[in-house]
Structure formats: C-alpha cells, structure tokens
C-alpha cells in the first residue's frame, strides 16, 4: 500500500463502532524505516487535528483505518512538528543523496505493510518505466544512512575505508625488523691455558 493513499480513509474504533476521524496526513520515521503516525482531522464539523501514534493502529486497509481494542479510551496526541519525522509535504520532493555526493533523485512516494506499518521501499519521482524493471526508483529502508526534513543521505555502496594514517602524508610501510646479532658460540673455546699474570695482574694475551 501507498502513503498518498491513507489521505481520506476513516478511522475506526472497532469497540465503540464509529469513526473517530479522518485521515488527513502521516508521519514517518525515516530511522526506524515506519510510519509513525497518523494525524486526523475529526469526523464531525468540529476545529482541531490530533494525532494517533503507531501502537494505537491495529491495521490499515483499503477502505479505513482500524485501531486496536483499547485505543477509543486513549486520548489522541496534539499535532507537533517533529524534524526527525517527514510528512507528506516534507517527503514530497526531497532530495535524495548517495554517501559519494551523487544525487540520484527526489521522493515521489512510499510503500508500506498494512499490518506491521513498515515501510517497504522508498519510490523516487520521475523515474522511467525501464529504471523501475530495474529496481533503480527505489530505495530500501535499509539503505538510508541518515535523513532530515532536508535530505535523504543513502549509501551508494561506493565508499571505502581509509586507512589510518600512521604519520604526516606517510604511507604505512610495514616496520623493519631490526637486524639482531647472535651472540659467540663459546662451547669450543679451549679455556684451561693459565693466564700470565705480572705483579699479580693478570696480562693481556694480545699484549
């Protein structure tokens, strides 16, 4: 199911049997990669919008909106901005940018699980019939880096990590291993000549 088309579907409160609202706009949490929110407006001609957050949505169907048994008796939240929310108006449109600094295009819209609320992929504006055969009009909630009311941040699987540097504009060359000298065999050395000693010091062999 498509976003745009939760717009006008009823709310319904199954326990009591009527309609509570209609569904005037949806809150998105890019993050967690679900939708958050409903915001509706009353059913009767009364002012005021308020807000029914996720875990008061049993499921979404094709003609209205079903919320859990217990939802009737909780008071619905005031509508809020929430910049790490998208809406509809701030999802229309924004851009959508690789972690390689390529643009690869706006959000048009998004596809959703009526039951679990989870968004299934992303769908970009003015994509061609053949970029859609291909999968390239969509963007998987697993992909979104970051996102802002601004951008939409992806990862283009085109980075790599780079190497810690070891020194100033140095390459990391593997160390040297430092030459070690092996210590004399002495085990042959012929030790029982005497030493010549004068004046009762020992002298020199090489004297």
């Known amino acids: 199911m ?11 409160d199954p326990t009591a049997a009527r309609k509570v609202g209609i569904v005037t706009d949806f809150q ?24 029914i957050l996720a875990h008061r949505i049993r499921r979404v169907g094709r003609h209205a ?14 509508v809020e901005l929430n910049e790490h929310w998208l809406d509809a108006a701030s ?11 390529n643009r690869i295009g706006r959000l048009g819209d998004a596809t959703f699980d009526p039951d ?11 994509t061609s019939f053949w970029q859609r055969l291909m999968g390239r009009g969509r963007i998987q909630p697993a992909k979104v880096h970051a996102c802002s009311r601004e951008l939409m941040i992806v990862v283009s699987g ?3 990590e780079q190497p810690e540097a070891t ?27 005497p030493v010549p000693v004068e004046n009762g010091q020992p002298v020199s062999l090489g004297r």
């Open 2 to 12: 498509r976003l745009k088309e939760l717009r006008g579907l009823p709310v319904i």
């Open 28 to 51: 998105v949490d890019p993050v967690a990669g679900r939708l958050a929110a409903l915001d509706i407006g009353p059913a009767e001609k009364t002012e005021g919008d308020e807000r």
């Open 65 to 78: 909106v079903i919320l859990t048994a217990r939802a009737g008796s909780t008071a619905n939240a005031p």
């Open 91 to 101: 999802m229309e449109g924004l851009e959508v940018l690789g972690d390689d600094g």
């Open 116 to 126: 679990s609320l989870e968004i299934d992929a992303y769908l970009l504006n003015w």
């Open 158 to 160: 085109r980075m790599k």
């Open 167 to 193: 020194g100033s504009g140095s390459l990391d060359m593997p160390r040297k291993v430092p030459e070690r000298v092996s210590k004399p065999d002495l085990s042959n050395v012929d030790d029982t000549q």
